[in-house]
C-alpha cells in the first residue's frame, strides 16, 4: 500500500455495495417507481430526449393510468412540433400548436378558454373530417361550404364565434408555412339582430313574487333585478361586500374568473335594495362576514312555474339584468352612469343602441331645446345627460 493512504473500510464498503438503487422498475415499460418516496415517476424517450415527470401517486395502477395519458400527450405535442418545423401538418397538428397557447394565455380568463375550446369541439362536430385534413389542402370552397350550413343550425353569436375559432387555428398553419393564406377569411360574419327581451311588466313582476313558495328564492328574484348584476356576480356577494353607511356592494364576481371585465366595481343600493338586504341582515343574526348574502343560486324552476300559471312568457336570470337596464332608462337616468353600475366598460354605448326606443318621450322633449337662436335661454339639462 502507498504511504499516505489508508485502505477503505471493509464494513462501509461491504454497506455501499449493498445500498438500495434510487429507482425500482415497474411491471410497464417508461414507469419507475422512485424508492425514498414510493412515488411512481414516467420516463419516456421522445425524439432522443428523456423526459420524466412525476405522476403524483403511490398506486400502481393509478399510476400506469396516468403514463398512458403523459405518453400521449407528449408524443402528440412532438408530433405537432415536427409538423411546425417541416411546414407540413395536418388540421389536427395546428389545433395542437393553438390549444397549447390558447391555455398557456395568461391574458384570458378561464372562462374565456373554456369557452373557445367549446367552439373548437362543435366546429370539429359540425366538421367531422377536418381534423385529419391536410392543413394546405382546406380551401376557400370547403370553408364556405361548412359554413353555409352551421349558419342554418345555430345563432348569429355562436356562428361568429366559431368560425373565428376556426380562423385562429388556420392561422397557426399560416404561420408554420403549411400553406399561403387563410382560406376561412372569406367567410362573412353573420349579422347579429338585438332582440327586445320579455321582460315582466311592474304588475306581473309582483304577482310572480307573489308565487314563489319559498322566499330565498324569491329574494334572489328581488336582487337581480335591484342590482341589475350578472347571476355569476350576485352568487359571490357576501356580506363583507355590502356597505350599507355608504350605501353600495362591491361586485366582485366569480371567484376565479372575477367580473366579466376583470375588475371590482361598486354598485349602488337602491331604495328597495337596502329595505331588503336590512331584512335578511336581521333575519340572520349569526350570519358571517364570508357568508353569501343570497343562499339560493337558482330561481328558474320557480319562476318558470310562476309564468305557466300566469300565463306570460318566461324570463331567465340575465333579464333581471334587462330590468333594472329598463327601468333605470325609463327615468331617463344618466346613460354613463347606468353603464357604470352594471358593468359596462362602453361608457354606455350598448345601452343606448339596445334601449333607445325606452326614449321617444325624452328625444322629443329634448329636441324642443335645440335652437339657433340668439336671444334663447340656454336649455337646462337637470342631470338627465345622455
Known amino acids: 500500500m502507498e504511504k499516505g493512504k489508508t485502505a477503505p473500510n471493509s464494513s462501509e464498503s461491504h454497506s455501499d455495495s449493498k445500498r438500495e438503487p434510487l429507482w425500482a422498475k415497474s411491471p410497464y415499460a417508461n414507469l419507475y417507481r422512485y424508492v425514498p418516496s414510493q412515488v411512481y415517476f ?4 421522445v425524439n432522443g430526449k428523456l423526459v420524466r415527470k412525476s405522476l403524483r401517486t403511490k398506486t400502481l395502477s393509478v399510476a400506469k393510468l396516468r403514463l398512458d395519458d403523459f405518453d400521449k400527450g ?18 389536427g397538428n395546428a389545433l395542437e400548436v393553438y390549444l397549447k397557447r390558447l391555455r398557456g394565455d395568461i391574458s384570458l380568463k378561464p372562462r ?6 367549446e367552439r373548437i369541439a362543435a366546429l370539429l362536430k359540425s366538421w367531422p373530417s377536418l381534423k ?8 376557400k370552397t370547403d370553408c364556405l361550404n361548412w359554413a353555409a350550413d352551421y349558419q342554418t343550425k345555430f345563432s348569429a353569436t355562436n356562428f361568429n364565434n366559431t368560425v373565428g375559432s376556426l380562423k385562429l387555428v388556420l392561422d397557426v398553419a ?8 387563410n382560406p376561412a377569411k372569406f367567410i362573412k360574419k353573420a349579422r347579429i339582430i338585438l332582440k327586445e327581451p320579455d321582460l315582466p311588466s311592474q304588475d306581473a313582476f309582483e304577482k310572480i313574487l307573489g308565487m314563489i313558495k319559498h322566499q330565498s328564492v324569491a329574494d334572489l328574484v328581488r336582487f337581480q333585478a335591484y342590482s341589475g348584476m350578472r347571476i355569476s356576480e350576485t352568487r359571490q356577494v357576501t356580506w363583507q361586500d355590502v356597505d350599507f353607511e355608504k350605501e353600495q356592494i362591491v361586485v366582485r364576481g366569480e371567484k376565479e374568473t372575477g367580473t366579466k371585465n376583470w375588475e371590482i366595481r361598486r354598485a349602488p343600493m337602491i331604495p328597495e335594495m337596502k329595505a331588503l338586504l336590512e ?16 343562499s339560493k343560486k337558482e330561481f328558474r324552476g320557480s319562476v318558470k312555474t310562476a309564468c305557466r300559471k300566469l300565463g306570460i312568457p318566461n324570463f331567465n336570470h340575465h333579464a333581471m339584468r334587462h330590468l333594472f337596464i329598463t327601468r333605470c332608462m325609463e327615468l331617463n337616468l344618466n346613460v354613463k352612469m347606468i353603464a357604470d353600475w352594471v358593468g359596462h366598460k362602453d361608457g354606455g354605448t350598448l345601452i343606448l343602441k339596445r334601449y333607445a326606443h325606452l326614449r321617444p318621450d325624452y328625444s322629443w322633449k329634448m329636441a324642443k331645446k335645440v335652437t339657433f337662436s340668439k336671444t334663447a335661454t340656454p336649455p337646462s339639462d337637470n342631470g338627465e345627460n345622455v
Do not use: H, W
Open 112 to 117: 374565456t378558454k373554456t369557452y373557445r375550446e
Open 42 to 45: 414516467a420516463k419516456i424517450r
Open 279 to 294: 331584512r335578511i341582515r336581521d333575519e340572520q343574526p349569526n350570519r358571517q362576514l364570508s357568508d353569501p348574502v343570497m
Open 74 to 91: 407528449l408524443r402528440q405535442r412532438a408530433a405537432s412540433q415536427i409538423a411546425v418545423a417541416t411546414g407540413k401538418m395536418t388540421f
Open 174 to 181: 399560416v404561420e408554420a408555412g403549411a400553406r399561403y393564406d
Open 132 to 139: 385529419d385534413m391536410d392543413a394546405c389542402k382546406i380551401s
